[in-house]
Structure formats: C-alpha cells, structure tokens
C-alpha cells in the first residue's frame, strides 16, 4: 500500500514538472556579482546581475560570511544601494577584513546561486568625484597671463584627518576639439594651465583616486571662454632686451675701429700653437741637437768609452793532449790542481769561451790574470 503511495506522489511530480517546461518554466538562470564600491573607506555597496527567471516570480538574497568565520549572515540594506543591490552601512563594515558574498536566486523551480566575491573595503574604494569647480583668467604684470582653477574633495571622504588621502587629474580642451588635455595635479586641490589659446571655449573636469582605489568619475563639465587679446601687454621685458643688444653691437664695433683689426679675427681669433721657454724650433730643423740641449738646460752626455778596453777577452782552446792547460791527474781533483798563469800577453788568444774542454770533454777551470787580479771562470 505504501509503495502505491510513494509511485503515485513522484508521478503527480513528474507530471507537473513537464506541464511546467511545456508552459516555458524553468529553475532561475546564475546570477553574476557585478562590483562592489566603497566611497569613502567607511561603507560600501554591491551590485548583482540577475540571471534568467525561468518564467516565473524569483527572489534574490545576498548572503556573506567573514574569512575565517563560518556564520552567515544576510544583507542588511537593500534599499539604499538602488535595485539589485546591498548597502553595507559602518555598522557591517570593517576594516582589513575579507567578506565571502554570494547571491541566491529562488523560484518555484529551484534556485541558483552566484559565484563567491571575495571584497576588501580597504581597496574597493572609488570616491565620488570633486566638487566646486571653479576657473578664473589671471593677468598679473609683467607675466605671462593663465587659466586658474579649484576645487574641493567630495563631500564624504575625510581628508582633513588623514582617513583617506586624495590625488587629482585634470582634463580640458577647446570646445571644438575631440582630444583632452590632461594635467596631473596631485594633491593639491588649485592649478595653473598656460599656454592657452585667444579666443577659445575651454572645458574642464577634475577626478580624484586614492592610494588604494579606483579613479572616481569626471566632475561635471565647467566652461571658460578665453578673450582675443589674452596675451601679455607689458613688453618691457624686450625692450631691455633689443637696448643691450645695441650697445653690444656698438661696443664691438669702436673696438674693431680702435684697434684696426677685421670682425673676423676679434671674433673668432686665431688659435695660438703650442710654445715652450727656451725651445728654438730652428735648431729642430736644422738637426743641431747638441745646440738644442744646451738651449733646453740639459747637461751635455758623458763622453763614449773606447769599445776596445770594454771587450771581454776569451782564450782560445785546443783540445789536444800536448797543450792541455792542466796536469792529468788535476782531471780527478780539478780543484787541487795547478793553475795555468796567463799574463796580458795571451789576451789575443782568447776564444768565446771562457772554459778548457780537456780530451774526455770535461770542463776544466781556467785562470785569468790581469795587472792586481786573478778570477778563477767555472
């Protein structure tokens, strides 16, 4: 009996399902989560894209849980953010902390739900843009005329403590033209622009972006016209100018008069070569080069030595037993044995080695005997 029940039950709903499909009716489609803003680093707000709806009435909750958390928790405000939206007021802000958003969607059908977004307030913040745009034409004398301009930070950020820190762009252009000029201003909330051109319609915008952000929308156009005559009118700055350029011209010119020289050569005048105190170049040329040390101070050269006294005398050698230098038996003991005395009278038997080579091809000592000295060669 039970199992005809249960049979009956999931036929009913098998059967309600397909008139449903037949009627075009279906589980919503997915959600996407389309940004997350904070203006001012206090508050912030979500918008989503809903999905398809299946056909029938579906209902859409934003559910979020903090990192490291596991309850969950739902919007608090779905007003203020407009449609398809969740407004977090400072009570459900904090700072330095990660929220897990999701988006469930729900219908007769089913439900569905979106892809987590994980938002940091801390850099989600996009502020409104500046506001109080002012542009005012300045002609001060003796300079050169410029557009100035000011503004004010927008209404919510907090600047004045330090809360958030604000820099500024500018654009502007002529009214006809289709590129913008952009000047980055920084902090300040005032700039100058020159270089304008007379007779011209300008318009100018200013945007603002944190440290950690997003640059905010352009302010509202603001319009300056630009006069005909818009240039400086004071041109004592060039008539100074022109009178020092005469009175240097005609200083130039008594001078080149006085002294009887051409405008070339005071001009650009002739380049000196190089001299030294004493040199004669005509001694260089002629190839006196004694004449041309003595004129330079150096000492004259000390006078050469004759390459006779300074050659090395060497004795000329037989190898034959007959005029063999030492005893046989110095062969054994070349040390004991008895010098052969050469007088200078052999100087002109000497060969270029200064050693005897005895029969066995052995090197003997030799002695050589000079007026005061004996050297032993080895």
């Not at 009996?1 to 009716?25: D, W």
């Not at 989503?48 to 849980?65: E, F, I």
């Not at 051109?197 to 319009?223: I, T």
Request: aromatic share 10%; hydrophobic share 35%.
């Amino acid at each position: 009996m039970k199992e005809n029940v249960a049979s009956t039950v999931v036929f009913i709903l098998l059967l309600f399902l397909n008139i449903n499909l037949l009627n075009g009716q279906s589980p919503p489609g997915k959600p996407e989560i389309i940004k997350c803003r904070s203006p001012e680093k206090e508050t912030f707000t979500c918008w989503w894209k809903p999905g398809a709806d299946g056909g029938l009435p579906t209902s859409y909750t934003l559910t979020y849980h903090k990192e490291g958390e596991t309850l969950t928790h739902e919007c608090p405000d779905y007003k203020t953010g407009g449609p398809n939206s969740c407004y977090f007021n400072k009570k459900h802000t904090s700072i330095w902390t990660i929220y897990i958003i999701t988006i469930n969607a729900t219908n007769q059908m089913g439900s569905c739900s979106s892809d987590p977004r994980y938002v940091d307030v801390t850099y989600i913040v996009e502020p409104d843009p500046p506001v109080n745009l002012t542009l005012e034409l300045k002609q001060p004398e003796d300079k050169k005329p410029y557009l100035w301009m000011r503004w004010f930070p927008p209404t919510l950020v907090d600047v004045r403590s330090g809360w958030l820190t604000l820099q500024y762009e500018i654009r502007l252009k002529p009214e006809k033209s289709a590129e913008w000029e952009i000047h980055f201003a920084g902090q300040q909330t005032q700039f100058k622009i020159l270089s304008l051109y007379p007779g011209q319609k300008y318009l100018v915008q200013v945007r603002c972006k944190p440290d950690h952000g997003f640059w905010s929308e352009w302010s509202p156009e603001s319009s300056i016209q630009i006069p005909n005559d818009f240039t400086m009118k004071d041109s004592t700055v060039w008539i100074f100018v022109a009178v020092l350029s005469a009175v240097f011209c005609l200083i130039m010119v008594w001078a080149v008069a006085l002294k009887g020289y051409s405008m070339v050569s005071c001009i650009l005048p002739p380049v000196p070569g190089p001299k030294i105190k004493g040199f004669d170049t005509h001694l260089l040329e002629k190839g006196k080069s004694e004449e041309l040390l003595s004129a330079l101070g150096c000492q004259e050269f000390p006078p050469t030595s004759d390459c006779e006294d300074l050659l090395v005398e060497f004795l000329e050698v037989d190898d034959s037993e007959d005029q063999q230098l030492m005893p046989a038996h110095s062969k054994e003991h070349p040390g004991q044995g008895s010098p052969l005395l050469l007088g200078a009278s052999h100087h002109n038997d000497l060969t270029d080695s200064p050693r005897t080579i005895s029969s066995q091809g052995s090197l003997q000592p030799v002695v050589f005997t000079t007026p005061k000295l004996i050297t032993a060669l080895w």
